[in-house]
């Protein structure tokens, strides 16, 4: 797949990687939100839907996100 082109298209994939990654661990936004308190976060399922929905969340929350996921590496070509 070839990197985004527009700022738009790199959140929205951002977005959607998170939701995959979610989704293989086998986590709600409830687990997520529960688990990113280890990191310094307060986070609520809804806050977590509203961001990725909008692909608005901040480049701390993406990383904080998978750490919290147990992602632990992340390829740009994945993304």
Same mark, same amino acid.
């Given at each position: /797949?070839? !990197? @985004? $082109? %527009? *700022?738009? *298209?790199?959140?929205? =994939?951002? +977005? =959607?990687?998170? $939701?995959?990654?979610?989704?293989?661990?086998e986590?709600?936004?409830d687990?997520?939100?529960? =688990? /990113?308190? *280890?990191? &310094? !976060?307060? *986070? %609520? $399922? @809804? +806050?977590? @839907?509203?961001?990725?929905? =909008? &692909? %608005?969340?901040?480049?701390?929350? !993406?990383? @904080?996100?998978?750490?919290?996921? &147990?992602?632990? %590496?992340?390829?740009?070509?994945?993304?």
């Amino acid at each position: /797949m070839a !990197f @985004a $082109k %527009t *700022e738009q *298209e790199w959140a929205e =994939r951002a +977005s =959607r990687h998170l $939701k995959v990654e979610l989704k293989k661990a086998e986590l709600t936004y409830d687990d997520l939100a529960e =688990r /990113m308190k *280890e990191h &310094g !976060f307060k *986070e %609520t $399922k @809804a +806050s977590i @839907a509203n961001k990725l929905a =909008r &692909g %608005t969340h901040p480049t701390a929350f !993406f990383l @904080a996100a998978l750490a919290a996921i &147990g992602c632990e %590496t992340v390829r740009l070509e994945d993304i």
